[in-house]
């Protein structure tokens, strides 16, 4: 009956969304490494200019099928790898084939050759086949390019793709400072140098305009923060009387190889000297000359190239040197016409298996959606708390520990001296501009000193910059863009302000809903004496209406949203169009993740129905490729890059041990087991999440571990919302509890003192491996994470490989354990193995390398099927086999 209403109310979601475009679902201070940032000139509006491709995305009519969670993870999974497909052309080859026949490689699993199993499981049954992918981290890329748009477009900026890895070594953080001095009047007041203890910075390339404002470090002194880091700040520049940022005149040549360059006339990043670059080529910003910005992913390249500088000549040699990333548009995204085209495509509500993004998580589920009126018999009932928060509520006393994250030098130092908080730079939230009211509203929270990324960008936003920054996770970056962001509010005009209902002045779009509801409570903990501003939750899988009310009732000028909601608010809640006339300031909290091919055409959506003239802040741990394109669209051209993990680290964190194992599936229960009940023994206050590829997945291991007599809760997607809200809070303050999760946890929740996170199967690829990993280690903790991957899986290393990640010792598993879990694994339902099986299928198949070979894939799901005790793999529907292009490949049963 539910799926009947549900199904009507598809078809009303259809024909209202006919005419709508969007497609859904589509520390530490580091070294900040500065980054790009397009030059100069003066600042224009910013962007409002969508590629032809981008609105075709957009074009495309809201799917059936994204509104039905059971299908949109695969096909999320799908467009996100056709994306990156196109992105990494070069990387990956292109397999002859990508169909049933596909051959290429080889056949993996049973026959393939490889090297032997590394685990005492492998059997040779599995051999890795060397036919693996290698990712190559796309991390790194550098450089805006400004350019002259050919069509008129304004503020067309993005980095040039450079798809390398970082190389470990030979960077180091480095600070260019230029030399600027200034009379403002905010910032941080204490006469004291940052230089940091710590060796740490945080770079920021700044290019310099002309200012005058307020914000920024009061310091004369260096920059270094004496808490071990620092914010170095590149200005390139311009003369100016402003005084923000720091007014150290030490120009800090940088030691590290790495730099960012921002010339005004040349438009962004070169790819400067500096980096070996695997094929020869650099990548970097270059402005064509009069050209039109022409964004040049360098698929190709494998490292990125930027390096530190500290003149404009040399960047002008850096740009000469090889391969020049430029702006425009991007090549080889095929990907995503046939992602949209996919989904529209399906109207079954059919489990394919997908890995769960958040995109899915928040908004493809079937509680979403503008179909979510009063009467939705569908949509959870969430309590009106959950969706509004007054200022007034959820102040949670904050107990200050530690915070933020460390490189390895600052780690060793705080276990030697057994200081917790050093993760905290040494600058005081009361020494910047910050007004009285946020000033307590921070001392409330139990918040004295910033963290790197906070010390490296308040000056910063507080000055109006567009900035996108990277900082490990868990280091504070959602205070970081909460705090300029209240303070915009507060120096409104009262009119503004003040109004029952005011303009909305604050949007932050986060990818998923327990991101967003964490975002909105810590606003609602700064806002604690702000009496006057308020904040609104809105998300999907709670009820729209309901939102809608609240919208009228309650004076918000800061809205936390999901990206599909925000959007459906948009289209159909009245008022809340021109309402959003008023912003001034649009945060996109991850990022990467809301640019990737799920969100793309949602975030395109909004930031056209904002105001050019506004602030646009990027936060996230991972800065590839993808991010380029939310530049692209959605910020001016002078923007910031503060890059707070420090040159030569990794981008995780060091107190975090990496470990994997490989070994067959058929061991992979037991070895899980063996791991928590060793991790168990070992910790009393034991706290873990296990990542699962899939809802289904997830669903089933929970199972599993219920029957082993684990102490486990489970969320994906498939729960409805008030079940996740629930699971969420009692995680965040449990301990003793294992948490089985898909990705919907993978991101920015901030679960205190996970010890351990186990990544149960290939993640969707290196990012998403970082962010899962940082769900522990958070605010400088210790923790430990372990993938496990099968052979076949084993390709993925290479894209990690440049993070401390070693093999694990296999936990012994003696003949007791094994029957326990065989025991277990009969009770679980055939219907659960049968759902998992299909999601498996279905999440392996979009998988660039497991899923080209379908004959391998089919093998490999058998594979899967067997170690769920099953004799033979279930039928899957016709349809559903059909979507997947698995229609008569042999092993596969269909119905
Ligand atoms: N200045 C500070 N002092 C003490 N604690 C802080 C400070 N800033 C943030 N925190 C705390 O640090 C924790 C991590 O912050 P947050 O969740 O914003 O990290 P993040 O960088 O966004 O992580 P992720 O990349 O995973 O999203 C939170 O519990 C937050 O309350």
């Known amino acids: 009956m539910r799926r009947h209403h549900h199904l ?21 201070v580091p070294s900040f490494h500065p980054i790009p940032l397009r030059n100069g000139g003066a600042a224009t509006a910013g962007p409002r200019f969508f590629s032809s491709r981008a609105r075709a995305g957009a074009g495309a009519a809201r799917s059936l099928v994204e509104d039905e969670a059971e299908v949109s993870d695969w096909i999320s999974d799908l467009k996100t790898d056709s994306f990156h497909l196109g992105l990494s052309s070069g990387d990956e080859g292109d397999g002859p084939t990508r169909g049933p026949a596909a051959t290429s490689g080889g056949r993996r699993g049973r026959d393939s050759k490889g090297p032997p199993p590394r685990s005492r499981f492998g059997g040779g049954e599995f051999g890795g086949d060397g036919r693996g992918f290698e990712r190559r981290g796309r991390m790194v890329s550098r450089g805006l390019d400004d350019d002259d748009d050919d069509d008129g477009s304004e503020d067309e900026v993005g980095f040039s793709s450079a798809r390398g890895r970082r190389e470990r070594g030979g960077r180091s953080s480095e600070s260019l400072y230029g030399g600027r001095s200034g009379n403002d009047h905010a910032g941080f007041r204490s006469p004291r140098g940052q230089r940091g203890r710590g060796g740490r910075s945080a770079n920021v390339l700044r290019r310099g305009h002309d200012s005058n404002d307020d914000s920024g470090f009061r310091s004369p002194m260096g920059q270094r923060g004496r808490g071990g880091r620092s914010a170095n700040v590149l200005r390139r520049g311009y003369d100016s009387a402003d005084d923000s940022g720091f007014r150290s005149p ?18 962004g990043f070169g790819s400067l000297r500096g980096r070996q670059v695997r094929g020869g080529r650099m990548s970097g910003m270059s402005r064509r000359g009069g050209r039109g910005s022409d964004l040049d ?129 040494q600058t005081r939230f009361d020494e910047c501009s910050l007004s009285p009211l946020t000033l307590k509203g921070v001392k409330a929270a139990g918040y004295e000193r910033m963290t790197a990324v906070q010390e490296a960008t308040l000056p910063i936003i507080l000055k109006g ?178 890059n707070t993990v420090q040159e030569g680290s990794e981008e ?50 929970a199972g599993l571990l219920s029957e082993l007599k684990l102490n486990v809760r489970e969320i994906h997607s498939r729960k409805p919302q008030s079940y996740r809200t629930r699971i969420s809070k009692e995680f965040k303050e449990s301990k003793g509890l294992i948490l089985v999760s898909s990705d919907v ?40 994470g372990i993938l496990l991957l099968a052979p076949w899986e084993e390709y993925f290393l290479r894209s990690i490989k440049d993070l401390p990640i070693t093999e694990a010792t296999l936990p012994l598993i003696d003949l007791d354990s094994k029957r326990k879990v065989e025991k277990a694994l009969a009770h679980v339902e055939v219907k659960d193995k049968e759902s998992a099986y299909q999601a498996w299928l279905g999440y392996y198949n979009s998988n660039k390398h497991i899923g080209r070979d379908k004959y391998q894939l089919v093998s490999l799901a058998n594979e899967f099927s067997r170690s769920l005790g099953l004799n033979n793999p279930p039928a899957v529907p016709k349809l559903v086999l059909g979507k997947m292009g698995l229609n008569n490949i042999p092993g596969l049963r269909s119905k």
């Open 8 to 28: 009507l109310g598809l078809l009303r979601r259809a024909a209202a969304s006919s005419t709508s475009a969007s497609s859904h679902r589509a520390g530490p």
């Open 250 to 267: 030490t120009s800090q040549r940088g030691r590290g190889s790495r730099y960012n360059d921002l010339d005004d006339d040349e438009g």
């Open 297 to 425: 992913d360098n698929e190709d390249d494998e490292y990125d190239s930027i390096e530190s500088r500290t003149s404009s000549r040399s960047h002008d040699r850096g740009r000469r040197g090889g391969k020049v990333g430029s702006m425009g548009p991007r090549r080889g995204r095929g990907g995503n016409a046939d992602f949209s085209d996919r989904r529209s495509r399906g109207k079954e509500m059919f489990d394919f298996g997908s890995s769960e993004d958040d995109s899915e998580l928040g908004e493809v589920d079937e509680h979403d959606g503008p179909s979510g009126f009063e009467d939705d018999p569908f949509v959870d009932e969430g309590g009106e708390e959950d969706l509004v928060k007054s200022p007034a509520k959820n102040s949670v006393p904050f107990e200050l520990t530690k915070v933020g994250s460390v490189d390895q030098e600052s780690v060793a130092r705080t276990r030697d001296s057994g200081d917790d908080d050093s993760y905290l730079t």
């Open 465 to 642: 910059k567009d900035v996108l920054a990277k900082a490990k996770t868990g280091t504070g970056k959602t205070v970081a863009f909460l705090l300029p962001a209240i303070e915009v509010v507060s120096k409104l005009p009262p009119i503004e302000r003040d109004q029952k209902r005011p303009p909305i002045s604050v949007v932050i779009v986060c990818p998923t809903r327990e991101l967003a509801d964490q975002a909105a409570v810590e606003a609602n903990k700064l806002l604690k004496f702000h009496s006057s501003i308020g904040v609104q939750l809105v998300m999907g899988g709670t009820r729209m209406a309901l939102e809608q009310k609240r919208m009228h009732t309650n004076a918000c000028q800061i809205v936390v949203a999901t990206p599909g909601r925000l959007k459906d608010h948009m289209e159909n809640t009245p008022g809340f169009a021109t309402r959003l006339m008023g912003v001034k300031v649009l945060i996109l909290d991850e990022a990467d993740r809301l640019l990737d091919m799920g969100f793309r055409t949602d975030i395109e959506r909004i930031v056209a129905a904002l105001p050019k003239q506004r602030q646009t802040l990027l936060f996230s741990a991972t800065v590839p490729d993808e991010v380029r394109q939310v530049c692209h669209i959605a910020m001016k051209r002078d923007l910031e890059f503060v």
């Open 652 to 701: 995780t964190h060091s107190q975090v041990k990496q470990m994997h194992i490989v070994a067959p599936l058929d061991k992979q229960f037991s070895i899980l087991y063996g791991l928590l009940t060793d991790h168990i023994s070992e910790n009393v206050d034991y706290k873990v999440i296990v990542f699962c590829t899939t809802a289904k997945v997830t669903s089933l291991v």
């Open 745 to 784: 946890s993978a991101r920015g929740v901030d679960y205190p003192n996970v010890t351990l996170v186990v990544q149960l199967g290939v993640p969707t690829d290196r990012e998403q491996y970082i962010h899962r990993l940082g769900r522990t280690g958070r605010r400088g903790n210790e923790g430990s």
